[in-house]
């Protein structure tokens, strides 16, 4: 388990990272190793609450802090939608913000017609749950990454994905139909350290407050 004097944060790597280190900036803390990382995974952030930021990917974000060997987690709601939530989500952090949606090759008919569909996604839990809803019957087929290439390969009829400039899918030839859900990072915390570190965890959760 997790040093009870300090906190740690696990941060997803990419572009919720830059967006966190301006959090932590604007609420005073020093994030000079974390803006230097190297090929280091942890690093100290000093200031009025030190803490220890762990680099990671989103998913593992989410099993650090259901595990309690991080305090908080930085995540985005697609992660916690897909992976489901065994820990408290205490912030809409407002950064990272997205669109969360089903995209289909621009000008075909996704849902006209009895036929079969196949949708290529990232997230393969959220995309069932949203197609049980619409009450179409699909194949999902998980993709790892650059799922804009299944319908131009011709493996799925559409996608769903997160869109954040939307160029992507318009380079891509695709469109946007219908909106899943709206994403945005989240601060996340284990919850057991809630209990047991609540002073340092207050004062952790009005930081972040008041650097939105
Ligand atoms: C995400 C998402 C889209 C793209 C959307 O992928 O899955 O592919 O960004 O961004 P845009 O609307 O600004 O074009 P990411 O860059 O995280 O890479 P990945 O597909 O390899 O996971």
Do not use: Q, W
């Amino acid at each position: 388990m997790n040093n009870d004097a300090l906190l740690r944060i696990a941060v997803t790597k990419g572009r919720l990272l830059e967006k966190s280190i301006g959090m932590f900036e604007r609420a005073g803390a020093d994030c000079a190793a974390l803006r230097a990382p190297g090929r280091r995974l942890t690093l100290p952030v000093l200031g009025n609450i030190p803490f220890e930021v762990v680099l990671a990917k989103a998913p593992d974000v989410i099993t650090y802090v259901e595990h309690g060997v991080c305090d908080f987690g930085i995540v985005g709601k697609d992660t916690i939608l897909e992976l489901g939530s065994s820990f408290y989500e205490v912030l809409d952090l407002r950064f990272g913000a997205c669109r969360f949606v089903l995209a289909v090759p621009d000008g075909t008919d996704f849902f006209g017609g009895l036929r079969h569909r196949t949708v290529a996604t990232k997230y393969p839990n959220v995309t069932r749950n949203f197609l049980e809803k619409k009450g179409v019957d699909a194949d999902i087929v998980k993709i790892e990454g650059s799922v804009e290439l299944a319908p131009i390969l011709g493996l799925a009829d559409g996608i769903v994905d997160i869109v954040e400039t939307g160029g992507t899918l318009r380079e891509n030839g695709l469109a946007p139909i219908e909106d899943v859900a709206y994403v945005s990072a989240r601060l996340i915390a284990n919850i057991a350290a809630v209990k047991t570190k609540k002073a340092l965890v207050t004062d952790f959760i009005n930081m972040c407050k008041g650097a939105l």
